[in-house]
């Protein structure tokens, strides 16, 4: 728990804080630290776009109300910013940029301090939103003091967050391959897809939007699952509902920076989400 101590330090330090909350695991352990460090001077600033599924706008909000913070909900909307949905390979910039610099106005005016939860695992990984980051002056304590994701689901477990285990997630924009415009049939034909899928009991899923077909991901384990006729026809007919004209299963199963290479360059090795 040395790392947490250090953490917990750092907040210390400061006057307030507004916590750039998605309610995973990472911004999870910020928004517990900062509490009880300094209490009501902390804020969890919760960003509604059509990026993200509603469940996951209420989820957040639900678990920030249980850790005891202060909460506003800001509704962005990504699809009006034409730098984000043209899809080129530093998309994630434009949006950070987009969503962070809207916390950083409201940070400016009363004088607190934004933190973000990005960590040492995410250095491998291709993100030009960090660029976004360092140009704004946000902080991110975890990447600063050494976090590995590792670290932060252990401390989480042994503070009892019940969702230290969550799994991963990425924006729906991520499934989108770069070049390719985002658009909202596209995100709601993404979503209704993986909702469905998770309704049939997979428990990682990504459905990739290649146009008319969808390439879904799985974990390994499932595959067998996948392709047993009752449930393939399901699948089939429900994605085929969604708006696909066809449906591929991955044989390589879900792995993070299967999307993540530029237009043209498909043989670059992926390294994101």
Same mark, same amino acid.
Request: proline letters at 3%.
């Given at each position: 728990?040395?790392?947490? #101590?250090?953490?917990?330090?750092?907040?210390?330090?400061?006057?307030?804080?507004?916590?750039?909350?998605?309610?995973?695991?990472?911004?999870?352990?910020?928004?517990?630290?900062?509490?009880?460090?300094?209490?009501?001077?902390?804020?969890? !600033? !919760?960003?509604?776009?059509?990026?993200? &599924?509603?469940?996951? !706008?209420?989820?957040?909000?639900?678990?920030?109300?249980?850790?005891?913070?202060?909460?506003?909900?800001?509704?962005?909307?990504?699809?009006?910013?034409?730098?984000?949905?043209?899809?080129?390979?530093?998309? /994630?910039?434009? /949006?950070?940029?987009?969503?962070?610099?809207?916390?950083?106005?409201?940070?400016?005016?009363? %004088?607190? &301090?934004?933190?973000?939860?990005?960590?040492?695992?995410?250095?491998?990984?291709?993100?030009?939103?960090?660029?976004?980051?360092?140009?704004?002056?946000?902080?991110?304590?975890?990447?600063?003091?050494?976090f590995t994701k590792?670290?932060?689901?252990?401390?989480?477990?042994?503070?009892?967050?019940?969702?230290?285990?969550?799994?991963?997630?990425? /924006?729906?924009?991520?499934?989108?391959?770069? %070049?390719?415009?985002? &658009?909202?049939?596209?995100?709601?034909?993404? #979503?209704?897809?993986?909702?469905?899928?998770?309704?049939?009991?997979?428990? &990682?899923?990504?459905?990739?939007?290649?146009?008319?077909?969808?390439?879904?991901?799985?974990?390994?384990?499932?595959? #067998?699952?996948?392709?047993?006729?009752? !449930?393939?026809?399901?699948?089939?007919?429900?994605?085929?509902?969604?708006?696909?004209?066809?449906?591929?299963?991955?044989?390589?199963?879900?792995?993070?920076?299967?999307?993540?290479?530029?237009?043209?360059?498909?043989?670059k090795t992926?390294?994101?989400?």
């Open positions: 728990m040395e790392k947490y #101590q250090a953490l917990l330090s750092y907040f210390s330090s400061k006057e307030n804080i507004l916590v750039a909350f998605s309610g995973g695991v990472d911004s999870t352990l910020l928004l517990l630290a900062a509490i009880e460090a300094l209490g009501n001077r902390v804020v969890a !600033i !919760i960003m509604k776009t059509p990026f993200h &599924t509603l469940d996951e !706008i209420v989820d957040a909000e639900h678990l920030s109300r249980e850790l005891g913070a202060q909460q506003l909900t800001i509704d962005i909307d990504l699809l009006e910013n034409a730098d984000v949905i043209r899809n080129t390979f530093d998309r /994630c910039y434009h /949006c950070k940029r987009s969503l962070l610099g809207s916390i950083s106005d409201k940070a400016k005016r009363i %004088g607190a &301090t934004v933190v973000e939860g990005s960590t040492v695992s995410d250095l491998s990984d291709h993100r030009p939103g960090m660029h976004a980051v360092e140009e704004l002056g946000i902080e991110s304590p975890l990447l600063e003091l050494g590792e670290d932060v689901r252990e401390i989480l477990k042994t503070k009892g967050i019940e969702s230290w285990n969550a799994p991963s997630n990425s /924006c729906l924009a991520a499934r989108i391959p770069y %070049g390719n415009v985002i &658009t909202e049939e596209k995100l709601h034909a993404i #979503q209704k897809a993986e909702t469905f899928l998770h309704d049939l009991g997979f428990s &990682t899923v990504r459905v990739r939007h290649h146009g008319d077909v969808a390439r879904v991901e799985l974990d390994e384990s499932e595959l #067998q699952r996948a392709v047993k006729p009752s !449930i393939r026809r399901r699948i089939v007919s429900n994605l085929e509902s969604f708006g696909f004209s066809y449906v591929s299963l991955d044989l390589s199963g879900y792995r993070t920076g299967s999307m993540n290479k530029p237009p043209g360059n498909e043989n992926n390294i994101e989400a």
